[in-house]
């Protein structure tokens, strides 16, 4: 009797969350409900246990904590805390478990941007290995990795799929569509500029835009407006902003998706799958013509159009402030930011719910050729170490599932607006939620997406060198040195540690072994990256109608 109570109590747990939560999703009911028995069944052996499992704080992952671990508890009897701290701290608490081997969370969801790490080191278990060995009978059969957008992102060189994709962003270009079709600052533009005020093609046209909201509009409705805004405190957000491919956006990795090869988005140069150095010196480009470009850009622009109060932000304190509606455009707008945009009330939304703002591929600097990776997704996976007890790690493998499970994905991704899988791309409801949603699923449906991605493999231990450069992009954001030569002093550091991954040969033949150095003329003078200083570097602004562009990508269809 006491075994149909207990399965009697999950059955109607599962009909209660079906009923009250989980009403939109990709697959029918009937399907919802086999899947969520199956994780009733399978979680037999770990009932009663308690798991722990931590992430960052962003919208995708508050609904994970406070509503999916407490429907997971009532379907399986497995209780879950799912801490939320700041991105750094997922990292640090990563790498201290890495490191010291002791059990600090049994799964973490950590950026895919540690693949080079983690293939690496061999800390984590691949998701494929627990697949084929100890979750053999622990894996959803409906799980359909093929139907995960980032797949790709969390595979190693070696094809083995080390991470789980939870939730994905991107960085693109954000502006107010209302200011840019008023036909007076329209005529105002053109009569400057000599050609159509629209979305920028170019880094030419996004400068004149912002030089042209910031020194020549100053002001609508009464109110200050600027042609830019971005964020310069010295903190570790300040590095991200520049790892999260600023510099491919300019152009300055070679071609090659999902990441530039041999040399990537942080100027590494790799040959084969070992990293060979990222000064211009040994064959890398953190430190050439093309970054210098990209970086001089970003000083500039954040002195001259962006509100005074950038330069002391981080960048969640500076994420907010175009919902205020100040700012005319952004070239680097995380789309995680979509949901706090779309708020009702807020200065950038009509009174029927539509944004006032579009979101669209972001510009390209002088140095980007076709081919070139264009911009960076997040996406941030389940990320399983083996130093975790094999128990506690299969029972955060069982929630790591059911927090991406067709039955409760739909309803995440319109909840936190981080899609992870083209059947909730491409569902009916993200056909209606689309015209509040400013592009972002006119984006995740087109072609372009594909040249956005994470970090990639060259970065061969990614919490060691992502912290060198907030420190030294902020010497450059502070005026304290010039662009040339803070990126000197971070292609140096970088070098450096390289060379101490090298001599302690703990990554195995991927790990690094750096080139001799060179003159800078002779990694210059060859074809790709890094590239030599072009002559004219502010091309003639190109602008296109946003309509045109939406029209372009409806046209297109995805490999």
Not at 11 to 38: H, N
Not at 262 to 288: F, H, L
């Amino acid at each position: 009797m006491g075994g149909t109570v207990y399965a009697d109590e999950y059955s109607d747990a599962s009909k209660k969350w079906l009923g009250e939560e989980f009403t939109q999703s990709s697959i029918s009911k009937e399907e919802q409900m086999k899947e969520l028995a199956w994780f009733t069944e399978a979680s037999k052996p770990f009932r009663g246990m308690t798991i722990n499992v931590v992430s960052e704080t962003i919208a995708t992952h508050e609904y994970e904590s406070k509503v999916l671990a407490k429907a997971f508890e009532e379907i399986t009897g497995i209780k879950v805390n799912h801490d939320l701290i700041q991105e750094g701290d997922v990292v640090e608490k990563l790498q201290t478990q890495m490191q010291s081997g002791r059990s600090i969370y049994d799964a973490y969801i950590n950026d895919s941007d540690l693949i080079g790490t983690h293939f690496r080191y061999g800390k984590v278990v691949p998701i494929s290995d627990m697949i084929e060995n100890e979750a053999k009978d622990l894996t959803l059969p409906s799980l359909d990795l093929q139907d995960f957008i980032g797949l790709e992102f969390t595979t190693g060189p070696d094809g083995k799929i080390y991470q789980l994709p939870d939730q994905q962003f991107a960085n693109l270009y954000w502006f107010r569509a209302d200011w840019f079709a008023r036909d007076d600052l329209k005529k105002q533009f053109q009569n400057i500029y000599g050609y159509e005020l629209g979305v920028p093609k170019n880094w030419s046209a996004y400068e004149d835009i912002a030089e042209f909201f910031s020194k020549h509009v100053k002001e609508i409705d009464g109110q200050p407006v600027y042609g830019h805004m971005d964020y310069g405190k010295k903190d570790p957000s300040l590095g991200w902003r520049f790892t999260d491919a600023w510099f491919s956006m300019a152009g300055a990795g070679d071609k090659n998706l999902p990441n530039g090869f041999p040399v990537d988005e942080w100027g590494i140069r790799v040959e084969g799958c070992q990293p060979v150095g990222s000064s211009v010196e040994r064959g890398g480009a953190t430190n050439g013509p093309a970054a210098v470009y990209a970086t001089t850009k970003y000083v500039d622009w954040l002195r001259q159009y962006a509100p005074p109060e950038a330069q002391g932000m981080t960048f969640s304190e500076a994420g907010p402030v175009p919902a205020q509606g100040g700012i005319a455009q952004q070239i680097f707008w995380y789309t995680a930011f979509t949901s706090s945009m779309t708020k009702e009330g807020l200065p950038v939304v009509n009174e029927d719910g539509t944004p006032k703002w579009r979101m669209a591929p972001s510009p390209k600097g002088p140095y980007w050729e076709e081919g070139m990776k264009l911009g960076y997704q997040d996406a941030g996976a389940w990320t399983f170490l083996n130093s975790t007890p094999e128990k506690n790690r299969l029972a955060a493998w069982l929630y790591a599932q059911f927090t991406v499970s067709k039955t409760v994905s739909l309803k995440k991704t319109l909840v936190g607006l981080t899609p992870i899988r083209e059947s909730d791309i491409n569902s009916q409801a993200m056909t209606d939620a689309a015209p509040k949603l400013g592009g972002l699923v006119e984006f995740y449906r087109s072609p372009a997406r594909k040249q956005w991605t994470p970090t990639g493999t060259n970065v061969p231990d990614y919490p060691k060198l992502a912290q060198l450069w907030w420190q030294y992009i902020a010497e450059a954001a502070s005026g304290e040195s010039t662009p040339q030569e803070a990126l000197d002093g971070l292609a140096k550091a970088q070098d450096k540690v390289l060379k101490r991954l090298e001599r302690s040969k703990v990554q195995g033949e991927c790990g690094p072994k750096l080139n001799p150095k060179r003159d800078a003329e002779y990694w210059l003078s060859k074809e790709g990256s890094p590239k030599a200083k072009l002559a004219n570097e502010k091309p003639q602004g190109e602008t296109v109608p946003y309509e045109q562009l939406l029209k372009s990508w409806q046209v297109s269809k995805l490999d």
